[in-house]
Structures are given as C-alpha cells and as structure tokens.
Antibody, heavy 116, light 107 residues
Framework: EVQLVQSEAEVKKPGESLRISCKGS????????ISWVRQMPGKGLEWMGR????????NYAPSFQGHVTISTDNSISTAYLQWSSLEASDTATYYC?????????WGQGTAVTVSS | DIQMTQSPSSLSASVGDRVTITCRAS??????LAWYQQKPGKVPRVLIY???TLQSGVPSRFSGSGSGTDFTLTISGLQPEDVATYYC?????????FGPGTKVDIK
C-alpha cells in the first residue's frame, strides 16, 4: 500500500525553528515529486511547493519562497519542510502529497501551533 | 502565475439533487486539473484528475469535464456522505494553485 506518514503535531514559540517530515512507503520514493500544502484553521488549501526527490529540484509558491525550505533524504524515503524562525501566522496543518496527476496520496497532516 | 477561481463558494442541495461546481483558470491549462474532496476534519482526497478521469475507488456519481480555462465537477445524485468542501487544482506547472473551495451541504 502506498503511504505517506507524517510526523506528529508540534507546539512551538515564535522565533523557534522546526522541521516536519513525511515518510513514503509502498512505492519508489524517487519516482514522484512530493508537494507540501498548508491549511490554516478554517481556511482552504494552499500549495507551498514541491521537490523532485530524484534530483532535489524544487519549486516554491511565491508566497512561501524564502520562508520555508523543502528537502528530502532519499536514503530513508523522507521529505522535509522546515522553518528557521516560526511566526504565529505559521499556525496551520501541513500536508504532504505525492504528485501523480495531482496529489494522489496524502499524508495524514501535521498540526503546527506557534504561540508565545 | 495561474489563478484559480471557483463558484459558487457554497451551496445547499437536497439528497438526490444534481450538483455542479465550476472552476476557472486565469490562463489555459489544457486538462491539467484535479478535483479534491475534503470532509470536515479529514484529509483531502483526489476525486478526478486530468479534468475528467475518475480516481480509482471514487463513486461514479462524481464526474468532471472541461479543458482550457473552464471546468466543472458534477455530483449526479447528492448523498449525505458528500457533505464536504471541494477544491480544484491545476498541476500544469508550478505554482500548482488550488481554487478557494466550494462548501457543499444538505438542505
């Protein structure tokens, strides 16, 4: 079964750093791009960016460029989304998704709460 | 960048009704369009890709059509379990923008 399993919920303070993860299984991880999607409380889906694990080529949405970093560790079939300095407005649920004709498989989501 | 719009933003319909949601791209995307369903508190799932191809396991009452800039998602016979928010997304190129969503509930 193809799965993406994300790391657990996080509670952080403004200014702290954070890295969340998304582990793929049941398929060849390097064959498909991985996208990250933000959903702020009560709001819609926002595409943040994507990475091609085969060569680490990355696209970021303009509104997220420079604020987050996307990466992978192919040795453990895992993609990452990281922040160097969180803000309260980063409070949201973050999903990873496998890119195959849209996002055909989604992780369960990682809730991130940023509060002083 | 391509912008996606959806209409209506919400709708209320009776069980068994035919429901149509429209998605419009700011520029042509051929058929690089997917539709997603997100039930309250749940993870989104893909319903339709390539504008009109039904994802495996999705009930046949869901259908999609369109190409270029205008697309529709149709639910032929709304069921109580279809209460959800529906999003379109272009995956033509980056950024792979989502539409703002259409909330569907039962009248």
């Amino acid at each position: 079964e193809v799965q993406l399993v994300q790391s657990e919920a996080e509670v952080k303070k403004p200014g702290e750093s954070l890295r969340i993860s998304c582990k793929g299984s049941g398929y060849t991880f390097t064959n498909n791009w991985i996208s990250w999607v933000r959903q702020m409380p009560g709001k819609g889906l926002e595409w943040m960016g994507r990475i091609d694990p085969s060569d680490s080529y990355i696209n970021y949405a303009p509104s997220f460029q420079g604020h987050v970093t996307i990466s992978t560790d192919n040795s453990i079939s895992t993609a990452y989304l990281q922040w160097s300095s969180l803000e309260a407005s980063d409070t949201a649920t973050y999903y990873c998704g496998r890119s195959l004709h849209g996002l055909d498989v989604w992780g369960q989501g990682t809730a991130v709460t940023v509060s002083s | 960048d391509i912008q996606m719009t959806q209409s209506p933003s919400s709708l209320s319909a009776s069980v068994g009704d035919r429901v149509t949601i429209t998605c419009r791209a700011s520029q042509g995307i051929t058929t690089y369009l997917a539709w997603y369903q997100q039930k309250p508190g749940k993870v989104p799932r893909v319903l339709i890709y390539a504008a009109s191809t039904l994802q495996s396991g999705v009930p046949s009452r869901f259908s999609g059509s369109g190409s270029g800039t205008d697309f529709t998602l149709t639910i032929s016979g709304l069921q109580p379990e279809d209460v959800a928010t529906y999003y379109c997304q272009t995956y033509n190129s980056a950024p792979q923008t989502f539409g703002p969503g259409t909330k569907v509930d039962i009248k």
